[in-house]
């Protein structure tokens, strides 16, 4: 099908393609032949609607692979694997006609109160950045779309449609914004969806700083940026920002909005054709890839890649005593509403009808050869009266009692997690708590297995054996659970965000969720791990901890930087166990005497590594000399600051095995000076330094004496002059009674020669 260009269009013709046709289409053009194509939800399976039905439930989509969530395969970090299951999502969506999976979503974990974490990946931007990256390069294989979400800084519910993410430069560009820029520039997603929340005070709908300056002018962006379901503030203003579509249908009211604004003159008509023709060019990507995969879906093989994703999503992490992997010919009681309840995905736009929903119970009894008993111990009801929960307790304890191992599931009930409204404690109920108590009585040798989108506070972690962290799992996860009790899949997932002690630990705890529709992000680049490092506080379990069945031990790392500036990380890994494995390698950096603020070591670049029993392998890691960079707020530019810096390869954040130094070429940057420059920044200049170097050494010897009836001795004046303005210079020399050589007029043509970098014949 040939799609026409924008120059064929009427004006108004133009003005509807800017929104929907309605919930989940956009509008076709019949005159010139543009065809309608749908959208719709993801990202972790297809949410399609069948005609007619409630946009807003489960029971009318199509059935189709719920896939772990982000909050799951995330732990897996694994980037082919993440890439099979987008393939897998981009070929479902294909069978079902649909163009644009709306997804992944990939906001930085700020807070573990956000409602909605399930559906992101990371509390750190290169992990988000390089899966999120994985996930968009699968799916449009398939030749359908994605939409990169939520662009930007949307990192809580509450208010979502109002609140100002109020957020520095510097955290707003490497955090919050940096592993959009990586996927941006690795995968160049169809399009982005802006976000609900406004950012330092202007709706990210209508910001052409982030929609147009940022994501376009900077990263190269060239696909369509549509709008989140109503996120839509001012239309006009919006569409000249460089928010292309509306999403759903307006009922023609913005549509009418701008073929006015056109004809009043407000709105250049050279604004609306591009926006149209990211629109056309959208349809003509979809219209291309239509029909790429045919069905039918072969359920059976991506229901295995679920439940092979989820295993790989299950974080160990505990294991006292190797009471995991169990024996199958043990007597197990397995306790808790989620074992025959699963569990499996976050309630909102994300849900998904499921083409099966595997039980752990089930499948705990399928793989066991020995009796397997079941309490259900709690209840998720809302209402549950006191002899009913004593009841519940008083059979798992039994059931506890007679049994050589429990296995205890514990999570969040549904109503806890949604998209909409935050949490409000980091808790386990405390019906849960009291059952955990119970068991234990009766039974010390007990696994606990959770469920849960978002972290939990873990109270009970040194008085159980083993923890596995299982997260949302979708539909297979129930068996991808007994496989990894069992030790039919040996667990290998690491922990994407830090589990801490108590929520008032946390980074964000005394900013979140803000007030009056304004959030002030004051933990600045002190997100997740990074906060609890700098500080130095203990955490329930680090970023990037997990277990396995095994062990491994890491030789001495390297590290180079190769021709194109990035720097090359090597390491010899090794088996150490009895089973075949896999480790995730993670690769930090610091720098020591930084010229600015920065965590102590920040992740930029992991692999994960699958290693037979015994066998090495060396691992090559590269970290992106761009990733070294920071935020320079005086030029609002990225900097590679130069130095030696410190390379820490380990398997979490706080188990490094091996560091490296490595000397690092700084960025030919020089700030231009002005009269407000410091008299350190003036000395460390190369051609104003020498110079004033000798006018220094004058003024400070007047100065000096001048200073000695009043100063201590051993007071350094060097120190006291490092942030003095240079343009107040012949104040300081005024007070040594000699001015010479130091007028404004000087020091203007002093700073005039070094912003020209001309040096003076005399220097």
Not at 28 to 57: C, F, N, S, W, Y
Not at 212 to 236: H, I, K, P
Not at 392 to 419: T, Y
Request: proline letters at 5%.
């Amino acid at each position: 099908m040939s799609i026409p260009d924008v120059t064929e269009l009427t004006l108004e013709e133009k003005a509807s393609l800017t929104s929907g046709a309605s919930f989940w289409y956009t509008k076709p053009v019949e005159r010139v032949g543009v065809p309608a194509i749908m959208v719709t939800d993801g990202p972790h399976g297809l949410r399609k609607q069948r005609e007619g039905g409630d946009h807003l439930g489960i029971g009318d989509s199509v059935p189709a692979t719920c896939f772990p969530p982000a909050v799951g395969i995330g732990s897996s970090w694994d980037v082919d694997l993440i890439h099979r299951v987008g393939e897998a999502l981009g070929t479902e969506t294909s069978i079902e006609n649909v163009a644009v999976l709306l997804g992944p979503g990939i906001n930085i974990k700020r807070s573990p109160l956000c409602g909605r974490n399930f559906e992101y990946l990371s509390e750190d931007p290169i992990v988000s950045g390089v899966l999120g990256a994985a996930i968009v390069k699968g799916i449009q294989s398939k030749g359908v779309g994605t939409s990169l979400k939520h662009f930007a800084a949307n990192n809580q519910e509450n208010d979502r449609m109002r609140a100002s993410s109020d957020v520095d430069p510097r955290p707003l560009r490497e955090i919050y914004l940096r592993g959009f820029q990586r996927v941006v520039e690795d995968a160049q997603p169809w399009t982005v969806m802006c976000s609900y929340n406004r950012i330092n005070g202007v709706y990210a709908s209508e910001d052409p700083w982030l929609l147009t300056q940022v994501l376009r002018d900077e990263w190269g962006f060239d696909g369509l940026v549509v709008s989140d379901w109503g996120a839509v503030n001012e239309r006009v203003p919006g569409l000249a920002a460089g928010m292309d579509l509306e999403m759903p249908s307006s009922g023609g009211v913005t549509d009418a909005q701008i073929v006015a604004a056109v004809q009043d003159g407000s709105l250049d008509e050279s604004v609306l054709d591009v926006a149209a023709g990211r629109v056309l060019d959208l349809v003509r990507k979809a219209t291309d890839g239509a029909g790429a995969v045919a069905g039918p879906l072969d359920v059976d093989a991506h229901h295995a890649l679920a439940r092979e994703a989820a295993g790989r999503s299950i974080v160990l992490l505990k294991n006292e005593g190797g009471v995991l992997p169990l024996a199958r010919d043990a007597r197990i009681a397995v306790i808790g509403e989620f074992a025959a309840s699963p569990r499996y995905q976050g309630a909102g736009s994300s849900m998904i009808n499921p083409t099966r929903l595997d039980s752990a119970l089930d499948e705990i009894r399928a793989l066991a050869a020995g009796e397997v008993s079941y309490a259900q111990g709690f209840s998720n009801a809302l209402a549950v009266s006191d002899d009913d929960a004593a009841s519940l307790r008083d059979e798992a304890v039994a059931a506890a009692d007679a049994a050589e191992v429990v296995v205890l599931f514990l999570g969040l009930p549904a109503r806890l997690e949604s998209e909409g409204y935050d949490r409000e404690d980091i808790d386990l109920p405390a019906a849960q708590l009291e059952l955990l108590d119970a068991v234990l009585a009766a039974n010390p040798n007990t696994v606990v297995v959770l469920s849960n989108g978002g972290v939990v506070a873990l109270p009970f972690a040194g008085r159980v054996p083993a923890i596995l962290e299982g997260w949302l799992l979708g539909q297979a996860g129930g068996g991808a659970t007994a496989d990894v009790l069992f030790g039919e899949v040996n667990p290998s997932a690491k922990l994407t965000e830090t589990i801490p002690v108590r929520l008032e630990d946390t980074p964000a705890y005394l900013d979140f969720p803000g007030e009056f529709s304004h959030v002030r992000y004051g933990e600045g680049l002190f997100v997740g791990y990074r906060w609890y490092d700098a500080r130095n506080l203990d955490v329930a379990f680090p970023f990037g901890h997990g277990l396995s069945y095994t062990t491994f031990a890491y030789g001495d790392a390297a590290a180079e930087v190769d021709a194109d500036g990035d720097v090359e990380v090597t390491v010899a890994v090794t088996n150490t166990g009895d089973r075949a494995g896999r480790e995730v390698v993670q690769v930090y950096t610091g720098l020591d005497g930084s010229a600015v603020q920065r965590a102590p070591r920040e992740l930029k670049a992991f692999a994960s590594v699958a290693l037979e029993p015994g066998e090495t392998q060396t691992v090559t890691l590269t970290v992106r000399r761009q990733d070294l960079a920071y935020w320079d707020i005086r030029a609002d530019r990225w900097v590679v600051e130069g130095g030696s810096y410190t390379v820490s390869v380990g398997a979490s954040s706080r188990d490094i095995r091996s560091t490296a130094e490595v000397t690092v070429e700084g960025d030919a940057f020089t700030l231009p000076l002005t009269r407000s420059s410091s008299m350190g920044e003036v000395l460390r200049h190369p051609v104003a330094g020498p110079i004033v170097q000798a006018m220094v050494a004058q003024a400070m010897g007047g100065v000096a004496d001048s200073a000695a009836s009043i100063m201590p001795e051993g007071v350094d004046m060097s120190k006291m002059m490092e942030s003095f303005p240079i343009g107040r210079i012949g104040m300081m020399a005024g007070l040594a009674g000699d001015g010479a050589g130091t007028s404004p007029e000087m020091i203007d043509g002093l700073i005039a020669m070094a912003n020209a970098g001309v040096v003076p014949a005399q220097a």
